[in-house]
């Protein structure tokens, strides 16, 4: 495709004309740079060299994001959607192509949440964040809940459109998993759903990472059951040789436990703390910890029997007797700074390396997880002509993250964007075509 000529001043134009006043932030609006900071959750991007954005488009309604789109393809300046801007690498606010000016659209505005009991279902916009999903549900029914991640302030666009894993993944999956239907803005600025867009597509917003394919507005959800009841418990172990058993033992217990049990371990400087969320009661617990892992001493003691609902208040904030509405608190203000590293393990680390620093991330051929981005890996390239970015050098990043699944997403990407309109340092490139 022939690249269209930058004109940020029709852009903004273009913006001025369709769009109501009042969500349109340009760089010399009193309010930019509050809206700009809203979200930004890493402070690592928020200084004098961080390139910003030329505008912000704080959408509404579906028909504001439409607008923004296509006032981007007109006038060749890019726009990339931020949902809960909690982005690892702040890709969502942030371009490190100093030469193209780009736009932002903002979803947090849109944030709606209708839950439906009776088919246990639940349409939410982009801009929620998953305290205000749990909220939602939880507000409807004690009994129905939703398998996506622990952070509350994360963002429903960007943490589903990279599959988003929470304390009931061995039950029911990654968030994602659970979507059956999707609103979503294409690159020609059209408004399409599951059938509109068809199942290439619907299957790589789900996974595929949030930038590529297109803005999703909103997603349809399929709720799961909880217990009445659910049980937590937090136990501590000295980082000492003790600790390096229970560790190497872990690995082997946590993946053989029942599926309404996760076991999950931070390791802090000298501190091993082993987590659990059990969806049923105590003596559940402590039976199946007795039977697969003595060694470890969990007792009665060491329980919490709980609604749903407050074992994600007490994941999310570590404590019991949380008012329910710290989940509604989307935080204003970058708080700190932070650099993300992943890394999918495939055999289990040896004692020894245990009892060593922590020095066998990142070895070759890791398996990184695209929402918990990391620019380290590579980032795209671009010829001159103003074609999409090049899928060999994409292929380094872009098969940690998805492995073989990386060539059918670039293969969606050239049949939905093959300008590469949606683009940001690790989107997904068009596939050439062959020859
Ligand atoms: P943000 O708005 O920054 O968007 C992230 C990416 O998606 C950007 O490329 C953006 O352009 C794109 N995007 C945003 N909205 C879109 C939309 N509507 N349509 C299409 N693309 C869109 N993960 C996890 O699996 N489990 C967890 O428990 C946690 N916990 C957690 C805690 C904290 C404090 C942080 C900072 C992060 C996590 N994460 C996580 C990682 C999180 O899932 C990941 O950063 C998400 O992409 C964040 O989504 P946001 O909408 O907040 O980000």
């Given at each position: 495709a022939a690249a269209t000529s930058v004109n940020t001043t029709d852009f903004v134009g273009c913006l001025a004309l369709h769009l109501p006043p009042g969500i349109v932030y340009t760089?010399?609006?009193?309010?930019y740079p509050s809206v700009l900071e809203f979200?930004?959750?890493?402070?690592?991007?928020?200084?004098?060299a961080t390139p910003t954005p030329l505008v912000i488009v704080k959408a509404t309604h579906a028909t504001h994001v439409r607008i923004a789109v296509r006032c981007g393809a007109a006038h060749g300046v890019r726009v990339r959607p931020r949902s809960g801007g909690h982005d690892y690498e702040g890709l969502s606010y942030r371009s490190?192509?100093?030469?193209h000016p780009f736009a932002i659209v903002d979803l947090a505005a849109l944030r709606a949440i209708r839950v439906d009991v009776r088919s246990r279902s639940a349409w939410v916009e982009s801009g929620a964040t998953l305290g205000e999903l749990y909220y939602g549900i939880a507000n409807k029914s004690a009994r129905l809940g939703f398998p996506a991640?622990?952070?509350?302030?994360?963002?429903?666009g960007g943490h589903f459109s990279g599959g988003g894993f929470g304390l009931m993944l061995r039950k029911y999956g990654l968030a994602a998993d659970r979507v059956v239907d999707a609103v979503m803005v294409d690159a020609k600025g059209r408004l399409l759903d599951r059938a509109a867009m068809g199942e290439d597509h619907f299957w790589a917003i789900r996974?595929?990472?949030?930038?590529?394919?297109g803005i999703v507005v909103s997603w349809k959800l399929q709720l799961v059951r909880v217990p009445a009841i659910v049980t937590v418990f937090t136990v501590h172990r000295p980082r000492n040789q003790s600790a390096s058993d229970l560790l190497t033992k872990w690995q082997n217990v946590a993946p053989a436990l029942p599926r309404d049990m996760i076991l999950r371990v931070v390791v802090q400087n000298q501190d091993a703390q082993f987590e659990s969320l059990y969806l049923g009661r105590c003596a559940g617990v402590v039976a199946t910890m007795t039977k697969?892992?003595?060694?470890?001493?969990?007792?009665?003691?060491?329980c919490i029997e709980m609604s749903w609902i407050e074992s994600v208040l007490y994941f999310a904030f570590?404590?019991?007797?949380?008012?329910?509405?710290?989940?509604?608190?989307?935080?204003t203000k970058p708080d700190r700074y932070f650099k993300g590293k992943s890394d999918f393990v495939h055999e289990p680390i040896p004692r020894d390396v245990w009892e060593?620093?922590?020095?066998?991330?990142?070895?070759?051929?890791a398996g990184a997880y695209v929402n918990y981005k990391d620019l380290d890996l590579g980032v795209n390239e671009y010829g001159g002509?103003?074609?999409?970015?090049s899928y060999e050098t994409a292929r380094v990043w872009g098969e940690a993250y998805f492995k073989d699944n990386f060539e059918r997403l670039a293969a969606v990407k050239a049949m939905v964007d093959p300008a590469d309109f949606?683009?940001?340092?690790?989107s997904i490139p068009p596939l050439p075509l062959p020859g």
């Open positions: 760089q010399s609006s009193e309010s979200s930004i959750k890493n402070l690592r991007f928020v200084t004098p490190l192509d100093a030469a991640g622990v952070g509350p302030t994360v963002g429903v996974g595929g990472g949030g930038g590529s394919f697969m892992f003595p060694e470890l001493g969990v007792t009665r003691r060491d570590y404590g019991t007797g949380k008012p329910k509405e710290m989940l509604l608190d989307r935080g060593s620093t922590s020095s066998w991330f990142l070895e070759d051929g002509d103003g074609a999409g970015a949606f683009r940001n340092e690790q």
